[in-house]
Nanobody, 122 residues
Framework: VQLQASGGGLVQAGDSLSLSCAAS????????MGWFRQAPGKEREFVAT???????SYSESVKGRFTISRDNIKNTVYLQMNSLKPEDTAVYYC?????????????????WGQGTQVTVSS
């Protein structure tokens, strides 16, 4: 399975940005897809996750501002980010896991995309 993320960029605080992540390969095996982020000098942190039925989970820091969605036909997961803040600045990674329920621990995921930079200026 390969994951290709896209959509990052430089925006101002309060702006919106949309990320997408397309999965290829043996995608029928994928159960859960998610987004994580990592800022310089910080650990990778959970952002949002979604399973095949549409059940979602968000970190408290993005709840109400970010929306994760998924197209099972296109094998693509999206992250709509609204009301962006400078503290949202990070490299955003999409991830996928083969089995089980949604998870917030990055160690639970089996596949990772290459990351896309999101920079929010104040």
């Amino acid at each position: 399975v390969q994951l290709q993320a896209s959509g990052g960029g430089l925006v101002q605080a309060g702006d919106s940005l949309s990320l997408s992540c397309a999965a290829s390969g043996r995608t029928f095996r994928l159960s859960v897809m998610g987004w994580f982020r990592q800022a310089p000098g910080k650990e990778r942190e959970f952002v949002a996750t979604i399973d095949r039925s549409g059940t979602t989970s968000y970190s408290e820091s993005v709840k109400g501002r970010f929306t994760i969605s998924r197209d099972n036909i296109k094998n693509t997961v999206y992250l709509q980010m609204n009301s962006l803040k400078p503290e949202d600045t990070a490299v955003y990674y999409c991830a996928a896991k083969l089995e089980g329920l949604i998870a917030t621990n990055f160690r639970s995921y089996d596949y990772w995309g290459q990351g896309t930079q999101v920079t929010v200026s104040s």
